[in-house]
């Protein structure tokens, strides 16, 4: 069945940086979008960025350019999320998620997610 | 601040019925589709309805989206303890070239 599976919990101190695998099975993987969304501690869903697996081409949330860096392996299906210069309000469950295409499409397979604590 | 605007909180008896608003602009659900998440404490949202009124295979047809212009609606009928969970609508926003989401709205089951 089609999984997303991500990375184990990350903890953190400030100014520090963290990245997050989420590797893909049973499905083509260059054949969707893959999204990252964190939810901040009793928050609801932010979003930050795609990556085009079979391009490479990505795209950031305004918020988070100069930050975040995506990144994939085609070889092992494997797509990354990379956020640089940690704040404790980055402390979060980040979610990695598969989406056809654009805008008439939806999330159908997210990943477990990984908590990120940012902590001195 | 959320591009799509919910309620926080709803909440309803087991058997009645409820509904969910999501609230945007032409930018995203005017000149797109709205999608429903369901998510439960400590796990990743699942899809609920996608492309304003579809259920996915498995979700109950006591589930059921609506859209017209700029705003949408869940709707869930004959309410169950086991859908105390929080709903998410998300739909594309042209403007940032990605997915916006609602605040999300906490369905409690008295």
């Known amino acids: 069945q089609v999984q997303l599976i991500q990375s184990g919990a990350e903890v953190k101190k400030p100014g520090a940086s963290v990245k997050v695998s989420c590797k893909a099975s049973?499905?083509?993987?260059?054949?969707?979008?893959i999204h990252w969304v964190r939810q901040a501690p009793g928050q609801g869903l932010e979003w930050l960025g795609w990556?085009?697996?079979?391009?490479?081409?990505?795209h950031y949330a305004q918020k988070f350019q100069g930050r975040v860096t995506l990144t994939r392996d085609t070889s092992i299906s494997t797509a990354y999320m990379q956020l640089s210069g940690l704040r404790y309000d980055d402390t979060a469950v980040y979610f990695c998620?598969?989406?056809?295409?654009?805008?008439?499409?939806?999330?159908?397979?997210w990943g477990q997610g990984t908590l990120v604590s940012v902590s001195s | 601040q959320s591009v799509l605007t919910q309620p926080p909180s709803a909440s309803g008896t087991p058997g009645q019925r409820v509904t969910i608003s999501c609230s945007g602009s032409r930018f995203n659900i005017g000149s797109g589709i709205v999608n429903w998440y369901q998510q439960f404490p400590g796990t990743a949202p699942k899809l609920l309805i996608n492309n304003d009124h579809q259920r996915p295979s498995g979700v109950p047809d006591r589930f059921s989206g609506s859209k017209s212009g700029t705003s949408a609606s869940l709707s869930i009928s004959g309410l169950q303890s086991e859908d105390e969970a929080d709903y998410y609508c998300?739909?594309?926003?042209?403007?940032?070239?990605?997915?916006?989401f609602g605040g999300g709205t906490t369905l409690t089951v008295l």
């Open positions: 998300e739909a594309w926003d042209d403007r940032v070239n990605g997915p916006v």
């Open positions: 990556i085009t697996p079979n391009s490479g081409v990505t």
């Open positions: 049973a499905f083509t993987f260059t054949d969707y979008y």
């Open positions: 998620a598969r989406r056809w295409n654009k805008s008439f499409y939806y999330f159908d397979y």
